[in-house]
């Protein structure tokens, strides 16, 4: 069994400003396929938006002021480059909610306002995300980090999402929050995650 690893890019959520960075992580799986003599070792091949080694991929998310909404998405094609069919697991990992400090309207509103005050920050609660394969809503949670394994956990509960030898398939994930939906105590507060994509050989 071989495995490698492939560096996407974090998302980075911030109140006024963000950026991304998300990490892919790939499993190869070798099979043996004995047909008389003959013996076939298959390959199993992840490569996430075209890029199959390492890949920092940041973005900036910004106007978000104009409306007061917070809103955004990202769109992944993930390739099957191998000769087997694999099942497609995706995840969040590592949510962060960092606090940045409280101003002077935030902290009349919030009581915990360390500087970066990992764990502290209130911004993912009041955002949601949810995950599509294909244009089809597979799971959504909101990005508190105590519900970071909510995603994955909805994912591998349905049924296996297989990604034929050579395909393709397009994971979407999409973050929104409504003007009423936050106040004051969101300022500043920023939330990095990453995104994890395992393909798994079938095995028949
Ligand atoms: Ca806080
Ligand atoms: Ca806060
Ligand atoms: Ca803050």
């Given at each position: 069994m071989n495995e490698k690893r492939i560096a996407l890019g974090v998302l980075v959520l911030i109140a006024v400003i963000g950026g991304t960075f998300a990490v892919t992580r790939a499993f190869f799986t070798d099979t043996e396929t004995s047909t008389g003599s003959t013996f076939t070792v298959g390959t199993l091949d992840l490569d996430v938006g075209g890029a199959n080694g390492s890949n920092v991929e940041p973005f900036v998310i910004e106007n978000?002021?104009?409306?007061g909404d917070i809103d955004g998405s990202k769109v992944w094609t993930v390739?099957?480059?191998?000769s087997l069919p694999g099942r497609l697991y995706f995840k969040l990992d590592n949510v962060l909610n960092y606090e940045n400090g409280c101003n002077e309207p935030e902290a009349l509103v919030d009581v915990?306002?360390?500087?970066?005050?990992v764990g502290e920050g209130d911004l993912g609660g009041v955002v949601t995300i949810h995950a599509y394969l294909d244009g089809v809503e597979k799971a959504s949670s909101t990005l508190a980090s105590a519900n970071q394994a909510v995603i994955g956990n909805t994912w591998t509960a349905l049924p296996a999402m297989t990604i034929p030898a050579n395909s393709s398939v397009q994971v979407m994930l999409d973050w929104s929050t409504g003007e009423?939906?936050?106040?004051?105590?969101?300022?500043s507060d920023s939330i990095t995650f990453d995104v994890g994509f395992d393909l798994v050989q079938i095995i028949d």
């Amino acid at each position: 069994m071989n495995e490698k690893r492939i560096a996407l890019g974090v998302l980075v959520l911030i109140a006024v400003i963000g950026g991304t960075f998300a990490v892919t992580r790939a499993f190869f799986t070798d099979t043996e396929t004995s047909t008389g003599s003959t013996f076939t070792v298959g390959t199993l091949d992840l490569d996430v938006g075209g890029a199959n080694g390492s890949n920092v991929e940041p973005f900036v998310i910004e106007n978000i002021g104009d409306t007061g909404d917070i809103d955004g998405s990202k769109v992944w094609t993930v390739n099957n480059t191998g000769s087997l069919p694999g099942r497609l697991y995706f995840k969040l990992d590592n949510v962060l909610n960092y606090e940045n400090g409280c101003n002077e309207p935030e902290a009349l509103v919030d009581v915990t306002c360390l500087d970066p005050g990992v764990g502290e920050g209130d911004l993912g609660g009041v955002v949601t995300i949810h995950a599509y394969l294909d244009g089809v809503e597979k799971a959504s949670s909101t990005l508190a980090s105590a519900n970071q394994a909510v995603i994955g956990n909805t994912w591998t509960a349905l049924p296996a999402m297989t990604i034929p030898a050579n395909s393709s398939v397009q994971v979407m994930l999409d973050w929104s929050t409504g003007e009423n939906d936050y106040g004051n105590e969101i300022q500043s507060d920023s939330i990095t995650f990453d995104v994890g994509f395992d393909l798994v050989q079938i095995i028949d």
